[in-house]
C-alpha cells in the first residue's frame, strides 16, 4: 500500500484515469460515515466507522475546469463554499493534482447529515464521500486507501494535524490501525461480529483543534507502559474475539483525564453505562461524543436511551446512534 501512496503523490509516477465514459452533466452521489477515534486508548492510531451516522456528498462533472460548491445542507451555514477553504473541495483538488486531472470541471453539493463538531468524524466523512466520488467518476480502481494522504490534507486544514485514525476507517470500513504516519502503514484489523455501538452526542461545543491542545506532550514512561499495553490488548481482543479482553483493555489514562472535563458528567455517564451492561465506555475522537460497545443491540439501545434522558435531565440536548461496526465504508448511492 505505501508503494501506491507513494505513487499518487507523485504526479508523474501516476496514470491519468479516463473519465470512465462519462460527460459532463453525469453525477454520483456518495454516502461516506463517521468514525469513532482512538478507541478510548489509541490516541490518533486506533479508529472504527460506523453505519450511521454520516454525509453525502453529490458530484457533477462541469464543462469548466475547476472546482465548485453549489450547495451545502444541513451546517447551519458554518461551512464555507468557497472551494479553497472547504475540506472537501481542497481534498479532492490534491487528489486531481497528483492524478494529472486538472483539467476536468466539477460541482460539490454536500449535505451533512451528522452534527460538526461532535467527535464522530464529521470532517471525514465528508471529504471521504468526496474523495471517493472523484476516484469513482475518474474510473480509478486503485484501493480506497490510497486516498488516505488526501484525507488527511482535509484534516489538516479542519483542525490543523493531518491525523489519519477518522479518515482511515472511514475510507477502508471497519477497525484500522495506523501502525506509522512516517511512513504512512495503515492495518486493518479483524473485530468479533457481534459487537455493537452504542452513541451519545451530547449537544456542547467541543472544538478538536481546542480539545488537541489542552493535552500534554510529554509523558512518563510509567504511564506509557499503561498504555501500550492497553492498546496491544485490544488489539489482541480484537483477533482473538475476545470481548472481555476488549473491555478490560479500553482504558486511558493519558488523554481522556484532560478531554473528560470537558464533557458534563462524563464519569457518570460510564458508571451508568456500565452498570446497564457495556463492555465499555469512552470518549469519542476528541469528543464530545461518547460511545459504549455491547455485546448486543438491545443493551447499546438502552445505553443511549438512558444517558440520552440524564442529558436531558441537566437540560442538554443530544443525538443517540446505535450501529454495528461499518465494514464497508463510503459506497455509491445515487
Ligand atoms: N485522534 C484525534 C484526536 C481524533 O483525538 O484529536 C479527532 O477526532
Request: with cysteine; hydrophobic share 40%.
Amino acid at each position: 500500500m505505501e508503494e501506491n501512496i507513494e505513487g499518487l503523490k507523485n504526479p508523474s509516477a501516476a496514470t491519468s484515469p479516463p473519465l470512465g465514459g462519462r460527460g459532463a452533466g453525469s453525477s454520483i452521489s456518495v454516502f461516506a460515515p463517521a468514525t469513532v477515534a482512538n478507541v478510548v486508548c489509541g490516541f490518533d492510531v486506533l479508529g472504527f466507522a460506523v453505519n450511521e451516522p454520516g454525509d453525502e456528498v453529490v458530484m457533477r462533472i462541469t464543462n469548466k475546469p475547476g472546482i465548485t460548491i453549489s450547495k451545502i445542507t444541513g451546517d447551519d451555514g458554518r461551512l464555507p463554499l468557497d472551494p479553497a477553504k472547504n475540506t472537501v473541495s481542497v481534498s479532492v483538488q490534491h487528489y486531481l493534482q497528483s492524478v494529472g486531472r486538472t483539467d476536468i470541471g466539477l460541482d460539490i453539493e454536500l449535505h451533512k447529515k451528522m452534527p460538526i463538531g461532535s467527535g464522530l468524524g464529521s470532517s471525514s466523512a465528508s471529504t471521504v464521500a468526496g474523495l471517493f466520488a472523484i476516484k469513482t467518476l475518474l474510473g480509478d480502481d486503485t484501493d480506497p486507501a490510497t486516498l488516505l494522504p488526501f484525507a488527511m490534507k482535509g484534516e489538516e486544514m479542519a483542525c490543523g494535524h493531518g491525523h489519519a485514525d477518522n479518515v482511515a476507517p472511514a475510507l477502508m470500513g471497519g477497525f484500522v490501525l495506523i501502525r506509522s504516519y512516517e511512513p504512512l502503514d495503515v492495518v486493518r484489523l479483524p473485530h468479533p461480529a457481534g459487537l455493537w455501538c452504542a452513541i451519545v452526542f451530547p449537544d456542547v461545543d467541543v472544538p478538536t483543534r481546542e480539545a488537541r491542545q489542552i493535552i500534554r506532550n510529554k509523558i512518563l514512561m510509567k504511564d506509557a507502559v499503561t498504555q501500550w499495553g492497553n492498546i496491544a490488548g485490544l488489539v489482541s481482543g480484537l483477533f482473538m474475539n475476545d470481548i472481555e479482553l476488549i473491555g478490560r483493555s479500553m482504558k486511558d489514562i493519558l488523554v481522556e483525564p484532560v478531554r473528560s472535563m470537558l464533557i458534563p458528567d462524563f464519569y457518570l455517564m460510564r458508571e451508568m453505562a456500565m452498570n446497564l451492561g457495556a463492555v465499555s465506555f469512552g470518549i469519542s475522537g476528541s469528543g464530545p461524543s461518547v460511545f459504549a460497545f455491547t455485546r448486543d443491540e438491545e443493551t447499546a439501545k438502552r445505553v443511549t436511551q438512558k444517558l440520552q434522558q440524564h442529558l436531558t435531565s441537566i437540560n442538554i440536548g443530544s443525538n443517540i446512534y446505535v450501529s454495528t461496526i461499518n465494514d464497508k465504508g463510503p459506497r455509491v448511492i445515487g
